[in-house]
Every structure is written in structure tokens, then in C-alpha cells.
């Protein structure tokens, strides 16, 4: 047996491990939040191409957080499409719309708004700003989850085993928390920016 041939082996039985029900959750926790940090990496080079950011190191701090966003709401996510494929098994075309408007309307709304709550939170902000923060940037982002996810998740319950679920999911999440992380961070700067220079107005008046 070439050395070859010995890999491509090896890899398929850590694959059969890594995707059987006893490590599955493990699997994803593993998956999801790095992937999600790659999209945030991405973000931070876009918005130094942009301006919206200087030119300089990555900021790791920033990634870490988005790891960590990522690691907390994959447990959910997991435990959710086995419900989901429990609740509406096989892959009739009324059953996929139905796992699509439940989809949309539980995970959908729930991942969106704590990603926007949890973020801020990380960052050092109060509850009340990070709720506020939730509120002012979740519509925007759930306008354009309608727009990517339902034609994922058609491809998800079509054609996917349930055990693969999170990863084509890591995947499309990666491209997804791309734009996330990108709108978050870039409308936290101009909302900061904001604040800064409404405090300097309160300063000058109370000169």
C-alpha cells in the first residue's frame, strides 16, 4: 500500500469518526466557529481595502470574540436540525418548505439577534447598549437572511444527510458572517463615532 493510499485512508476513517452520532456535536462545535472566524478575517481585509478600517495587523481581539459568538451558538444550531429532521423527516417538497419557513422563522431570528447581542457584549458594552445595538441592526440583517438562506437550505434538505447539515452550513455561514461581521463592525465605528461626538457637543455646552 503506498503512503498515498495509506492518507486517503487514514482521512476516511477520521471522516466516518468525525460525522458519526457519538463525535457529531464535537464536530461541529470544532467546525462552525472557525469557519465563522474566517469570514470575520475576511471582513477585516475588505474594510482596510475599503478605508472603513486602517491598514495594519489583524485584529485578533475582534476575532476571538466572533469565535467565541460562534462557538455558543453552534450547540443550538446542532440540536435544532435533529429536531428539525425528526420532527419533518424525508425530502418532499412540502416537508423542505416547511423545514425552510421553520427555519427561517425560529434559527433564523434567534441566530440573527444574539449575534447582535452577544457582540457587544464581548466588546464591553452594557446590556442595555447591547440590546439596543440587537434591535437597531437585526431587521437589516434579517432582511438579507431571506434573501441567501432559503435557497441553501433547499440544498441542505434535498440533498444532504442529516449528519452534514453544520458543515455545508459552516461553509455558507462562513460567507454569511462575512457580511455580519463586516455590517456589525462597520456600523459600530460610525455609531461610535456618533457617540463621541455627541458627548464633545456636551462638553462645549457645558462650557
Not at 421553520?102 to 446590556?127: S, V
Request: aromatic letters at 14%; one cysteine or more; glycine letters at 6%.
Amino acid at each position: 500500500m503506498t503512503a498515498w493510499r495509506r492518507a486517503v485512508d487514514a482521512l476516511k476513517r477520521f471522516h466516518e469518526l468525525a460525522y458519526s452520532p457519538r463525535y457529531l456535536l464535537l464536530t461541529n462545535l470544532a467546525t462552525a466557529p472557525a469557519l465563522l472566524s474566517i469570514g470575520d478575517l475576511a471582513a477585516q481585509k475588505l474594510e482596510q481595502r475599503l478605508g472603513s478600517r486602517p491598514v495594519g495587523p489583524i485584529d485578533w481581539s475582534r476575532t476571538k470574540r466572533i469565535y467565541i459568538v460562534g462557538l455558543l451558538l453552534a450547540t443550538p444550531q446542532h440540536f435544532w436540525y435533529v429536531l428539525l429532521d425528526h420532527r419533518l423527516p424525508g425530502r418532499a417538497g412540502r416537508t423542505i418548505v416547511k423545514k425552510i419557513l421553520m427555519d427561517q422563522i425560529g434559527m433564523g431570528i434567534g441566530i440573527n439577534f444574539c449575534f447582535f447581542l452577544l457582540m457587544p457584549l464581548l466588546e464591553g458594552r452594557t446590556p442595555a447598549q447591547a440590546w439596543e445595538t440587537a434591535c437597531r441592526k437585526f431587521p437589516t440583517a434579517y432582511l438579507a437572511d431571506w434573501l441567501v438562506w432559503p435557497p441553501a437550505q433547499a440544498v441542505n434538505f434535498y440533498f444532504l444527510p442529516p449528519k452534514y447539515r453544520i458543515l455545508y452550513l459552516s461553509f455558507i455561514t462562513a460567507f454569511w458572517d462575512f457580511f455580519l461581521s463586516f455590517y456589525h463592525h462597520r456600523q459600530a465605528g460610525g455609531h461610535q463615532h456618533q457617540l463621541e461626538e455627541g458627548a464633545e457637543a456636551e462638553k462645549v455646552k457645558a462650557h
